[in-house]
């Protein structure tokens, strides 16, 4: 059942989607599941996995970048291990001229994550982070981030947050999603606008042209398994569309994630078991 979120779990079949969508026109992020391990060994092993997964990209001839987690990496045993292990990964990303994201998890990973993120870009480019838009610290991250010239995926966010944090309303994470989306899309800088949302979709669409901001200076992204119809519709009119593609063993996470944020999808799921 996690097949609908998840590509597999093994590089190959990640692989295989990524090819499939670059055969229709769409961008790809891969991401090997995993977060907060819990021993080094558990660490290093994971950064070979994303070693091994931009040489396969370059090999494979793949349009795809990789996104990654910070305690899947060791963030929670020492921030300066997790740097080492991610400046590691991001010189065999530029390498490649590819790139590496930084995905964004729970709050109390958000200042260690920016943290990390601007140490390694002091040495290398290639690599970016996340926002997202239910935080209230957020505006703050983007101003100070575009100061660096950082690339920034925005996002509204996947993690139960507590109202000290983040906007507990629906409405208020959108109307702060069109607010950080209005700050980034006239950058100057390459940022990816990652929702499924038609609401979102169309005030980027509206502000890119207020701003003559062209379709090749942002990207759309989208999860695998979700709204494949609003994808092949913006690649169709001409949009950049970026899909994250999950794979690995570690799915579970990701999956329930994914469950939570919709309850149809909970629906799907136990009519999926009982057939
Ligand atoms: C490329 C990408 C990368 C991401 N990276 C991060 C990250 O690093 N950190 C983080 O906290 N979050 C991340 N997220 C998740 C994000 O924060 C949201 O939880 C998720 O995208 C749902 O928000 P939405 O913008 O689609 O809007 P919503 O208002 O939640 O959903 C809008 C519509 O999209 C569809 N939809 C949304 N989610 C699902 C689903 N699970 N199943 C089926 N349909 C769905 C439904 O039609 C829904 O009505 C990422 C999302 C994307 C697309």
Not at 65 to 85: H, I, P, R, W
Not at 188 to 210: L, N, R, S, V
Request: net charge neutral; hydrophobic share 40%; charged share 30%.
């Amino acid at each position: 059942m996690s097949h609908r979120f998840v590509a597999g779990e093994e590089l190959d079949e990640a692989i295989a989607a990524a090819r499939a969508c670059n055969d229709q026109g769409m961008l790809v992020s891969l991401d090997y599941l995993g977060e907060n391990v819990a021993t080094t060994e558990d660490a290093q092993r994971a950064r070979d996995a994303y070693l091994e997964v931009f040489d396969r990209i370059a090999a494979e001839k793949l349009n795809a970048n990789v996104s990654c987690k910070l305690t899947q990496l060791g963030l929670d045993m020492s921030a300066e291990f997790c740097e080492g292990q991610v400046l590691s990964i991001v010189e065999r990303a530029a390498s490649y001229e590819n790139f590496l994201r930084v995905d964004m998890e729970g709050s109390i990973y958000t200042e260690r994550t920016i943290d990390v993120v601007k140490r390694v870009r002091a040495k290398s480019p290639a690599i970016g982070t996340v926002i997202q838009s239910y935080l209230y610290r957020s505006e703050q991250d983007v101003q100070d981030l575009l100061e660096y010239g950082c690339r920034m995926r925005l996002c509204k966010g996947a993690y139960k947050e507590p109202p000290e944090v983040a906007f507990p309303k629906k409405e208020d994470v959108d109307a702060n999603y069109v607010k950080l989306m209005r700050m980034l899309l006239p950058s100057g800088i390459y940022h990816g606008i990652a929702t499924h949302d038609p609401k979102m979709i169309a005030a980027t669409i509206k502000c890119a042209a207020e701003k003559t901001v062209s379709k090749d200076e942002f990207e759309f992204q989208m999860l695998y398994g979700v709204r494949t119809d609003l994808q092949r519709r913006l690649v169709r009119d001409g949009f950049r569309v970026r899909i994250y593609i999950p794979y690995g063993r570690d799915w579970f996470p990701y999956f329930m994630r994914r469950l939570a944020e919709r309850p149809a999808n909970v629906g799907f799921l136990v009519r999926n078991f009982f057939r």
